[in-house]
């Protein structure tokens, strides 16, 4: 029953998020796909994939243990306070100390996850700002 539920809010998910998508505003010129193409293809393929489990269930499904679902949770909030660092601390910073804390909850060592989260937040933003020119959230220090 609770893979069914699951799906079930997954595909409620999914049409939510394609009906977001749908409400971008597009400037004049925009390229033939546009900005709302991607989140779609995103609300198409998780509402695909919510399909298997409504139709074909666990019989007996494993549920994580109390202290697994508080990892779960704190991953959620750190990925909340994520997306409301981003605007005001930046891409770069909100990106390294939430890696940095989702490493460190993975099981790596406090200095190694750092590392990981600063590593991990300016190889993003090289890839995506510098190389392919993507706009990315400015910090304090602009960028």
Not at 85 to 105: H, I, Y
């Amino acid at each position: 029953m609770s893979d069914r539920v699951f799906g079930i809010v997954c595909v409620l998910l999914a049409g939510f998020f394609i009906w977001q998508a749908t409400l971008i505003e597009t400037g004049f010129i925009v390229d033939p796909m546009g900005p709302k193409a991607f989140p779609i293809v995103i609300g198409i393929t998780l509402a695909a994939a919510a399909i298997y489990p409504i139709v074909k269930p666990d019989p007996r499904p494993d549920w994580p243990a109390a202290g697994r679902l508080l990892e779960i949770l704190f991953a959620v909030v750190v990925m909340i306070a994520y997306a409301l660092a981003l605007p005001r601390f930046g891409f770069v910073l909100s990106t390294a100390v939430a890696s940095g804390l989702l490493s460190w909850r993975l099981g790596t060592r406090p200095a190694v996850a750092a590392a990981a989260g600063v590593a991990i937040a300016v190889g993003i933003y090289v890839i995506f700002h510098l190389i392919l020119g993507l706009s990315l959230a400015r910090g304090p220090w602009g960028f």
